[in-house]
């Protein structure tokens, strides 16, 4: 399928018996699950141990396509009868076979997700059917219950709510409906949808407590506070309606993971991985720092301030911002700057060190926390994250973890999201916009 060099196999043979080792989960997760797996996994990466430089050779558009072609055939093939994808049970994290475990929300929006943002819809492209599918399993299981069931399913003990939170499934699936709802849907469908997405936004507000944090949070739930308040954000640009109080909680709560005096980190929510914690601040500030960008950069073009101003407090109510609003806008500004260069550190972007799902998705978020932001800065990611995918790629087209989040399932349709995220920028660029 595709080409490795003797240096990269050799590279990620040594990795891959440096890894061959079983942990027993001891108390709060301190030790989780590692997994074997002979072939390469998408987050066996030498992330932090070897420099981006050697990887240039990737970062050639045209090689990308064939491997997201390789990675949704996989997909395809991994969904079950139902319509649905599996990431299997917390208790099972070794399991490979996608077709040897239950579907689950949260699995089947990443999948459906990365199906749309790899271009095909409802209506055309090659996974429709599969997408339709996917489409009507998430429906059926959120018009099933009802406004006083606290999740949109019956199936516990999963790998994803484990380690992200209970109820990650609602808040995925509010996001994959956001974004269907963005694409032409006939009329039945639609109304559909948006009821579905309306049921997600209420079980996401409502389990959001007074500080912000999502309940029932998992071995690193400030991962599911992060994709709850993306969640809200692309529900909101799509005509839902939120609770203003609940937003702003959740931004600070995500906003104050980074100490901008001490420059610390808290990781009390992440596991004690910075990765977790950094990069859902940086997603949790994005829209406001952008905001705060663009009103200097307005009032620049107006005369109002001179091209060398920054983003202060100050500057900002000179323009007429208030002053609660102009401190609340540069600290998310402050905060995501810092919390976007920290994520993208060699060191930090290790993360559990033997990487698993939750490292992915932390990866995902940064990059998408810079489209929102409408940084340029996307494309050096971009590259770094893609030239590594490409070249981890199981023979199959799929991708795995080796710790807590293993599955190939989930994981494959996070790889795809990030692989093909420039053909949903607009989209995402939309979610920044008030």
Same mark, same amino acid.
């Given at each position: ?254 906003? *104050? +993971?980074?100490? @901008? /005096?001490?420059? #610390?980190?808290?990781? %009390?929510?992440?596991?004690? $991985? ?79 060190? *033997? +990487?698993?799902? @939750? /490292?992915?998705? #932390?990866?995902?978020? %940064?990059?998408?926390?810079? $489209? ?63």
């Amino acid at each position: 399928m595709k080409t490795k060099t003797k240096f990269l196999m050799s590279t990620l043979a040594i990795i891959v018996l440096s890894s061959a080792a079983l942990f027993v989960n001891k108390g709060a997760e301190k030790e989780p699950f590692i997994v074997k797996n002979e072939k390469g996994c998408v987050f066996m990466t030498t992330f932090g141990e070897q420099s981006s430089d050697g990887y240039a050779k990737y970062k050639i558009k045209e090689n990308i396509q064939p491997v997201v072609n390789d990675g949704l055939a996989w997909l395809a093939s991994a969904q079950l009868e139902n319509g649905g994808y599996g990431a299997g049970s917390h208790n099972r994290q070794g399991e490979m076979n996608p077709h040897a475990v239950n579907a689950d929300p949260a699995t089947t929006s990443m999948a459906a997700m990365a199906i749309l943002r790899s271009g095909s819809t409802l209506k055309t492209g090659e996974y429709k059917e599969e997408l339709n599918k996917a489409v009507e399993f998430l429906l059926s299981q959120v018009e099933s219950v009802s406004k006083d069931d606290v999740f949109i399913t019956a199936e516990k003990g999963t790998q994803i709510q484990s380690k992200l939170g209970n109820n990650i499934d609602a808040v995925l699936t509010a996001q994959f409906f956001s974004n269907l709802l963005k694409e032409q849907l006939d009329g039945k469908t639609k109304k559909r949808v948006q009821k579905g997405l309306d049921i997600c936004v209420d079980k996401i507000q409502r389990a959001t407590d007074k500080d912000g944090k999502m309940k029932g949070a998992g071995w690193a739930g400030v991962l599911q506070s992060g994709l709850a308040t993306s969640a809200l954000e692309s529900a909101e640009s799509v005509g839902a309606t939120l609770d203003e109080v609940v937003i702003r909680s959740q931004k600070n709560y995500l906003k *104050n +993971n980074y100490d @901008e /005096e001490s420059k #610390s980190v808290k990781t %009390t929510d992440g596991a004690g $991985i910075i990765l977790y914690s950094v990069s859902n601040s940086a997603r949790g500030s994005a829209k406001d720092a952008r905001k705060a960008k663009e009103l200097i950069t307005k009032a620049k073009k107006e005369g109002k301030l001179k091209e060398d101003d920054k983003v202060t407090v100050a500057n900002l109510q000179n323009i007429g911002v208030s002053e609660s609003e102009a401190i609340a806008y540069t600290s998310s500004y402050n905060v995501y700057n810092a919390s976007k260069q920290t994520a993208q550190q060699n060191d930090v972007m290790s993360g559990f060190g *033997n +990487n698993g799902g @939750e /490292e992915f998705l #932390s990866f995902l978020q %940064t990059g998408e926390s810079m $489209i929102v932001n409408d940084d340029s800065d996307w494309m050096t990611w971009y590259d770094n994250i893609s030239g590594r995918l490409m070249t981890i790629q199981n023979e199959d087209g799929s991708w795995n973890g080796h710790h807590c989040i293993t599955s190939p399932a989930f994981c494959t349709a996070t790889s795809l999201l990030i692989l093909s995220i420039e053909n949903d920028i607009e989209n995402l660029k939309q979610t920044g916009e008030d």
